[in-house]
Each structure stands twice: as structure tokens, then as C-alpha cells.
């Protein structure tokens, strides 16, 4: 296919007040977010049963949110009819500057807060620190997708192949 296909999109976005150009950057985000959700979660929960360290525990935490970002990327690809090694590229160019900005920003937030590196699962101070620490990722995020999606990059890469 070819990017023509999103060009009502950016036209909209750029010029019109930025409505469907938000709107997409929003749900791009929430994708995201999902996959970055699923991974810290399961990181930090693999991490403390296993009784280890913040640094490593945060470490698999952030591979684990990349993984499950790219992995729902690439299920939504691969089932509109893409093959893998094409999915892995579209992945790759649609969601590692918007993963990377997030995971910086959930991370950050959750290294600052004051007890959240030392609080177990089973503190609310911890899922406190996460909730809004995801909530401010999304907040950061979102105009970064913006901007990459009035451009042709990022998720428009992926917003190619959902139609």
C-alpha cells in the first residue's frame, strides 16, 4: 500500500486543528501503553518472586514492555496479511520512539517517587507510583505520536495496514 492512504489524515491534522490527527496519536498511545503495561507489570512481578534487585527488575521490566509493545503490533500486522519479516520492520519503525518515550517517562516517574522502588506488589504506594507513573507516560507520549504521525512516521506506519 501506499502512505496516500493517510494523507486525509495528516491534511486534517496539520491544517483543520489537529482533530483526527490527535485522535489517532491517542489511540496510537494507547496501544502503546498497553504493551508497555503488560510488560512492566510482568516484569516487576517476575523480578520480586524471584527476589531480585530494582536495576535488574526494572531492566526485564522495560525489555519485557518493548516485547509486548512490538508483539501487538505485530499480531495487528501480521493478521491484516503482512509477513513477518515486513511486521517486524513496520513494528520496529511504528512503535520504538514511542515505547522508548514512555518507558522513559513510567520509569522516571517511578525511580523519583519517594518508597516506589522499595514497596512490594502488595503496597498501594507501588501501584500508586505505576498508575499515575503510565498515566504521565500517556500524557508525554501523545503529542510525540502526534508529531511523528503528521509526519508519515511512527504509527502511520501502522495505520496503513488497519483499514
Given at each position: 500500500m501506499r502512505h496516500e492512504a493517510h494523507d486525509p489524515h495528516r491534511a486534517h491534522g496539520e491544517e483543520g486543528g489537529?482533530?483526527?490527527?490527535?485522535?489517532?496519536a491517542a489511540r496510537a498511545t494507547l496501544h502503546c501503553l498497553t504493551g508497555c503495561a503488560i510488560g512492566?507489570?510482568?516484569?516487576?512481578v517476575i523480578g520480586t518472586a524471584l527476589g531480585w534487585g530494582n536495576v535488574p527488575t526494572m531492566v526485564l521490566a522495560i525489555v519485557l514492555a518493548f516485547f509486548f509493545g512490538y508483539a501487538l503490533t505485530l499480531r495487528s500486522v501480521v493478521g491484516a496479511g503482512l509477513g513477518l519479516r515486513a511486521a517486524v520492520r513496520v513494528a520496529l519503525a511504528a512503535d520504538t520512539v514511542s515505547i522508548a518515550v514512555m518507558e522513559l517517562i513510567d520509569n522516571g516517574v517511578i525511580a523519583l517517587w519517594p518508597g516506589a522502588m522499595d514497596?512490594?506488589?502488595?503496597?498501594?504506594?507501588f501501584w500508586t507510583a505505576l498508575a499515575l507513573s503510565l498515566v504521565a507516560a500517556f500524557l508525554v507520549t501523545t503529542p510525540v505520536n502526534r508529531w511523528?504521525?503528521?509526519?508519515?512516521?511512527?504509527?502511520?506506519?501502522?495505520h496503513r495496514y488497519h483499514h
Open positions: 489537529g482533530g483526527s490527527t490527535w485522535t489517532l512492566e507489570i510482568l516484569g516487576m514497596s512490594g506488589l502488595s503496597d498501594g504506594t511523528m504521525i503528521g509526519r508519515g512516521k511512527g504509527h502511520a506506519v501502522v
